[in-house]
């Protein structure tokens, strides 16, 4: 099984600053089958990118992905109030498609 | 606009049984695997399994397999998550997640349920 782990648990920003998401896997993630995710309080998850750095549909440009292998970074490059959440990645190249623990986005 | 309906909130005994389900509202609905997640009380998320409705075509997490039954009703683009014995630890929000590319089961998840809280409490 792939475990993914992200940093930091919790990063604390103000809106227009740059937000930099890490997630790590213990083992090579195979053709960059690695996605991210946002939760809201209340909501389902939403999917951000897939494929390591490709944007879902009607996700704003200023998110990002990128990476490979076992090193994976989502970008947001100027925070929106509405983007403070829970970000989580997964791996869907390896039964079973494990998520990592989530990097919480607060405001500072 | 492809959505998946989740059924209503539970709340049961442990030891008892239980079933609850995510309809999809395309005819496509058999042409997609869906999965199902967990997420516990202020946790992360987790992969429990998938369905391929076209022909109830299965795979499991090893921390869930034999825990749950993950099954399909082609016939109604319906798909379900039951237990036979509900234990205190299956207390947790339940997500159904269709796979974003179809037939492929290396898919990330693009459309999600509304997810059903189920609690088990005596």
């Known amino acids: 099984e792939i475990v993914l782990t992200q940093s930091p648990g919790t990063l604390s920003l103000s809106p227009g600053e740059r937000a930099t998401l890490s997630c790590r896997a213990s083992?090579?993630?195979?053709?960059?089958?690695l996605a991210w995710y946002q939760q809201k309080p209340g909501q389902a998850p939403r999917l951000l990118i897939y494929g390591a750095s490709s944007r879902a549909t009607g996700i704003p440009d200023r998110f990002s992905g990128s990476g490979s292998g076992t090193d994976f970074t989502l970008t947001i490059s100027r925070l929106e109030p509405e983007d403070f959440a829970v970000y989580y990645c997964?791996?869907?190249?390896?039964?079973?498609?494990?998520f990592g623990p989530g990097t919480k986005v607060d405001i500072k | 606009e492809v959505q998946l309906v989740q059924s209503g909130a539970e709340v049961k005994k442990p030891g008892e049984s239980l079933k609850i389900s995510c309809k999809g509202s395309?005819?496509?609905?058999?042409?997609?695997?869906l999965a199902w997640v967990r997420q516990m009380p202020g946790k992360g998320l987790e992969w429990m399994g998938i369905?391929?409705?076209?022909?109830?075509?299965?795979r499991f997490s090893p921390s869930f397999q034999g825990q749950v039954t993950i099954s399909a009703d082609k016939s109604i683009s319906t798909a379900y998550l039951q237990w036979s014995s509900l234990k205190d630890s299956d207390s947790a929000m339940y997500y159904c997640a269709r796979l974003s590319d179809s037939g492929i089961y290396r898919s990330p998840f693009d459309i999600w349920g509304q997810g059903t809280m189920v609690t088990v409490s005596s």
């Open positions: 369905i391929y409705p076209g022909d109830s075509d299965t």
């Open positions: 997964q791996q869907y190249g390896s039964s079973p498609y494990t």
């Open positions: 083992q090579s993630v195979s053709s960059s089958y």
């Open positions: 395309a005819h496509s609905f058999t042409s997609y695997w």
